[in-house]
């Protein structure tokens, strides 16, 4: 059989990955096509493609995750070939049969390697008969709630629930002990089924303190299979990475050498061909258990390819064409060291409740040396409330952790992101943290620093507010006409500037006084966005008589947090509830939250149905206390 030629290629998904891709794919002088839904039309991916496809639909169900749409999309554009980048269908096998059935090409693994690694219950299955160490747990067919509990009970709380069909967080819950286990199997299952179209779920023992190292793998269809080293994945919040590194500090040659082996033969075991990560646990003891394979291009790809010098993208167009791989495992590099952060549209002082709206201010880090930065938006884009909250990230390297350390702290420093709340500054806390310096890693390194990553919310100083003042005069100059700004002008008597401010849900009337420096601010339409102490706080001018007038409050009512589809609702109107009830079930980003009444008393009234979408701020459910 003669090697499949490629000339045009399509990204089946969005955002950063579909950029990335693209930008490889056109430095191969590929012709890229880009797929979107409907709200997608002018996101980044689709403006910088060289054809474009509209699928239609809002939610994934009806655009992403929809493979006969997808596959008429590949044929009416010319593509030879689809790259699924990673979630949505990248792990779904009935994705790559349908693309083979159509005789087009997949940028992944065949599909019986999906099905026996793609299923986490299957691969822990495959690993237990190959005799690699696994985590205590259940992963079979039975999937009710007694066979959890029973299962539960067996290996002893805490256990996790994970779904069996995907990752990143989704469909993946923490149960403490038995009162929350079918609550917590529910919603996981529903996310499961939203996210991957697979509601099957597997449990097993919560360890405690663990680091998660993973080995990039990458198979040809020749049989070679090579380990490009590892990467150390533990600083997680909500099961989803936050800061991922190469290679992982404090591993021994030896160690390395072991986990990619055991990595190399798990792939060869399925026949496994392109990219993929095999995932451990790795304890202080050095033992090593097996977690899931990843059979994709994962979210922390580059800092594998920035300490071997390799392009993952341009390997799997080459493996998809018939190519071997180039090198041998010798010749595989392990130069200076990488990390990546990974920067979200979500609000770290709100249990990271994903954010949405329009960003008003987006600046990238200077590029250069040793600074990559992935993204998949500009300023002027939306975030909405259907997709994957990830706006990009960013990857510094160094000849050593510490100097890629303080490369990154340079570019967090640099970016700027105002008209929707952002992980930035937390990100920044994270990096700049003493036990992150001294890679004192585990995954539970954020709940234990969590009083310096996550500081509590203080009303700001007076000297922030003198700064804003000064920044948004020396940005706003004002006319010749004295009464037309806030000059303060007293005729016989010294000026006064006062200014009336509000920045988040803070408010401050501001006699300026005039400063020699003043802090990096960013003007954008009638909100300032002034850097202060790492965070960068949005600000406007508040004029307090049209506001007296407009000024109402509604009492008793609680509110959307975020855009989002209305999933569950748990009450009925006129019901009696007790403090903590979960009332109502909103999805947003592919993940459930549960609003809950703060305090006992009446359901006065519902103003939401299962199924609709609802605003930010809407008010969901009415209640009277006791």
Not at 149 to 166: C, D
Not at 256 to 267: F, L, N, T, W, Y
Not at 344 to 354: G, M, S, V
Not at 364 to 375: F, H, L, Q
Request: net charge negative.
């Amino acid at each position: 059989m003669s090697a499949p030629s490629i000339t045009t290629l399509l990204v089946a998904n969005r955002g950063e990955i579909a950029c990335r891709v693209m930008r490889t794919a056109k430095a191969m002088g590929l012709t890229t096509v880009a797929v979107h839904s409907a709200i997608d039309r002018d996101a980044r991916h689709s403006r910088e493609a060289d054809i474009r496809v509209d699928l239609g639909g809002s939610k994934a169900g009806d655009s992403y995750l929809d493979i006969d749409k997808i596959i008429a999309a590949a044929l009416a554009s010319g593509a030879q070939a689809i790259h699924p980048g990673y979630g949505f269908l990248s792990e779904n096998a009935a994705f790559a049969r349908a693309i083979d059935n159509a005789g087009l090409v997949f940028l992944g693994p065949p599909a019986s390697a999906i099905d026996a690694m793609g299923s986490k219950s299957a691969a822990k299955a495959l690993m237990e008969t190959a005799g690699v160490p696994l985590v205590p747990g259940y992963h079979g067919a039975a999937q009710d709630l007694d066979t959890f509990r029973a299962a539960a009970e067996r290996i002893g709380y805490p256990v996790l629930l994970k779904a069996t069909a995907g990752g990143g967080g989704k469909g993946m819950k923490v149960v403490e002990r038995e009162s929350e286990l079918a609550e917590s199997l529910a919603s996981a299952q529903r996310e499961a089924q939203s996210s991957f179209g697979d509601a099957r779920m597997l449990v097993e023992k919560y360890v405690l303190q663990p680091r998660h190292v993973e080995i990039q793998v990458f198979a040809d269809r020749h049989g070679h299979c090579l380990y490009l080293n590892e990467r150390d994945c533990s600083i997680q919040r909500r099961h989803q990475k936050v800061v991922e590194e190469a290679p992982a500090p404090g591993l021994s040659p030896a160690l390395r050498q072991a986990m990619g082996e055991a990595a190399v033969k798990a792939a060869l075991a399925i026949g496994y061909v392109g990219a993929g990560t095999v995932e451990f646990l790795l304890d202080a003891r050095g033992a090593f258990f097996f977690m899931e394979m990843n059979t994709r291009l994962q979210v922390e790809h580059p800092v594998t390819e920035a300490i071997t010098g390799l392009d993952l993208v341009a390997w799997q167009i080459h493996v998809a064409q018939g190519q071997a791989l180039p090198i041998n495992q010798q010749q595989v590099a392990l130069n200076g060291h990488a990390i990546e952060v990974r920067l979200y549209a979500e609000d770290p002082d709100n249990e990271f409740l994903p954010a949405t709206g329009t960003l008003a201010l987006y600046r990238e880090s200077t590029p250069g040396p040793g600074r990559r930065v992935d993204s998949g938006v500009s300023e002027g884009d939306s975030v909405s409330p259907f997709y994957d909250p990830m706006l990009g990230k960013l990857i510094a390297w160094g000849d050593t952790r510490e100097h890629a350390r303080l490369r990154l702290l340079a570019m967090l420093d640099e970016f700027a992101v105002g008209g929707v709340r952002t992980n930035l500054a937390f990100l920044r806390r994270i990096i700049g943290h003493p036990a992150f310096a001294e890679a004192e890693l585990d995954t539970g390194f954020i709940p234990r620093h969590q009083a310096q990553l996550l500081p509590a919310p203080a009303p700001l100083p007076e000297a922030f507010w003198q700064a804003a003042g000064n920044a948004l005069i020396a940005t706003q100059p004002p006319g010749n006409d004295p009464w037309s700004h806030a000059s303060g002008l007293r005729l016989g008597l010294p000026s006064e500037t006062v200014l009336h401010l509000r920045c988040r849900d803070q408010r401050q009337v501001v006699h300026l006084q005039p400063m020699a420096a003043e802090a990096s601010a960013f003007l954008r339409g009638d909100t300032l966005f002034l850097r202060w102490q790492d965070e960068l706080y949005p600000l406007t001018l508040v004029n307090p008589i049209a506001e007296a007038d407009a000024r109402h409050t509604q009492q008793g009512g609680l509110n959307a947090p975020m855009n989002g589809s209305i999933v569950r609702v748990l009450v009925s109107a006129g019901q009696h509830i007790e403090a903590g009830t979960p009332l109502v079930v909103l999805e947003a980003m592919k993940m459930e939250h549960s609003i809950r009444a703060p305090q006992a008393g009446v359901v006065k009234a519902l103003n939401c149905l299962e199924g609709e979408m609802v605003a930010e701020g809407s008010v969901l459910v009415e209640m009277e206390p006791d």
